[in-house]
């Protein structure tokens, strides 16, 4: 069966295969589920004694992130929140997103986003993308081949590194 977004080259129409295993699972924001590992998946992946025994469905972890979202005092802590979540796991965040989208649009983009651009290096935790130095331009092709592939980039955004 075809989806509509199968064209696209990182695209999926079901599960994918996962090499990872314990604590690298867990830190790959692609793959990681949290507490929604079932049983056989925690011991087929050796994630036994890594995550709490309680398995939640995704719409669980979805209201527990929402009330710890909920909880934090202004419009930067919340993209902070925010930001951290999609470091972590892509798929409840994207799905936190979704099921409240007209609240959190101004904490993922603007407003709030251009907020913590400006507080970048204050809140900086995780690269993410490929960093280039105007002051290393003979290493600027050795930079962008550690970051992957040609098809593994969706999209380039060129910045002085103060705002976008």
């Known amino acids: 069966m075809s989806c509509k977004y199968s064209h696209l080259p990182l695209s999926t129409a079901g599960p994918i295969e996962c090499t990872l295993r314990g604590s690298a699972l867990l830190q790959s924001q ?3 589920k949290g507490s929604a590992f079932p049983a056989n998946e925690r011991r087929a992946f ?5 995550l709490p025994p309680n398995i939640q469905t995704l719409e669980e972890q979805v209201t527990r992130a929402y009330q710890q ?9 919340k993209n902070t929140f925010m930001s951290s979540m999609k470091e972590q796991n892509e798929v409840l965040y994207y799905k936190l997103v979704q099921d409240h989208l007209k609240e959190m649009f101004s904490i993922i983009y603007t407003p709030t986003e251009g907020d913590a651009i400006q507080n970048f290096s204050r809140l900086f935790r995780k690269p993410e993308g490929c ?7 003979d290493r600027v092709r050795e930079s962008l081949s550690r970051w992957g592939r040609p098809e593994d980039i969706d999209y380039i955004v060129v910045s002085d590194g103060e705002e976008v």
């Open 131 to 137: 960093f280039l130095n105007v002051f290393e331009q």
């Open 46 to 50: 050796e994630l036994d004694g890594l």
């Open 69 to 77: 979202y909920s909880g934090r005092h202004d419009a930067l802590a």
């Open 30 to 32: 692609f793959h990681n």
